[in-house]
């Protein structure tokens, strides 16, 4: 298995809703994260997880928590949203934290927050 | 920090021909790792290939090859017989030794039939 696996493909909430996104790998990554992208921009980076330590872009707002259950496995819980949260959400993981290795990215989740 | 610029917003190419890609970046850093990848509309991320600094030889995958120019800070991609899965969104990558990750603005590749 040489995936990073996004659910939802696409998600609307409202803003008052709560919704989570998961993103999930069986490759044996000890690195995993989460990036927002607007269109026609680069990925923004909101966390790591890396041995299942946690660091946060500080400019991403409390709204957006992350979680990681186990080492194959981060979510990206999201409540109180607001429309210009409405972007892709892309994970990705990579095999370490140094090194050449390149990260290995899902196939993101579309949000449209209304 | 380290940027990474890529100065052509949109490119495109006939079909069957050459197209390049550029990408400067700057850094104070001797060992660091470059990338490409490339973004269709189906949206994920997919790593066309990659560079270590410390290596002289010029990495190649296939019809795709970069053009590293360490001093010049240039990592530029080739793109040879340009096909139409080739269109898409392409971003230069740096990976710092300790493993920040800085994308470029991203060109976006039209191929024409």
């Known amino acids: 298995d040489t995936e990073v696996t996004q659910t939802p493909k696409h998600l609307v909430m409202g803003m008052t809703n709560k919704k989570s996104l998961k993103c999930e790998q069986h490759?044996?990554?000890?690195?995993m994260y989460w990036y927002k992208q607007k269109a026609k921009k680069p990925p923004e980076l909101m966390f790591v997880?890396?041995?299942?330590?946690?660091?946060i872009n500080e400019s991403v707002p409390s709204r957006f928590s992350p979680e990681c259950p186990n080492s194959s496995l981060l979510n990206l819980h999201l409540h109180a949203l607001q429309p210009e949260d409405s972007a892709l959400y892309l994970c990705?993981?990579?095999?370490?934290?140094?090194?050449?290795?390149?990260?290995?990215f899902g196939s993101g989740t579309r949000l449209t927050v209304v | 920090a380290q940027t990474v610029t890529q100065s052509q917003p949109e490119m495109s190419v006939q079909e069957a021909e050459t197209v390049t890609l550029s990408c400067t970046y700057d850094?104070?850093?001797?060992?660091?790792?470059l990338f490409w990848y490339k973004q269709p509309p189906s949206r994920q991320m997919i790593l066309v290939i990659r560079?270590?600094?410390?290596?002289?030889q010029n990495a190649t995958e296939n019809r795709f090859s970069v053009n590293f120019q360490k001093a010049a800070k240039s990592f530029s991609l080739k793109i040879s017989d340009s096909q139409l899965g080739d269109a898409a969104m392409y971003f230069c990558?740096?990976?710092?030794?300790?493993?920040?990750?800085?994308f470029g603005t991203g060109t976006s590749l039209t191929v024409i039939p």
């Open positions: 990558a740096y990976r710092s030794f300790g493993n920040q990750f800085y």
């Open positions: 850094t104070s850093e001797s060992d660091y790792y």
């Open positions: 560079q270590e600094a410390y290596k002289q």
């Open positions: 490759m044996g990554h000890r690195a």
């Open positions: 997880y890396s041995y299942e330590k946690l660091s």
């Open positions: 990705a993981s990579s095999q370490g934290t140094t090194g050449s290795y390149g990260y290995t």
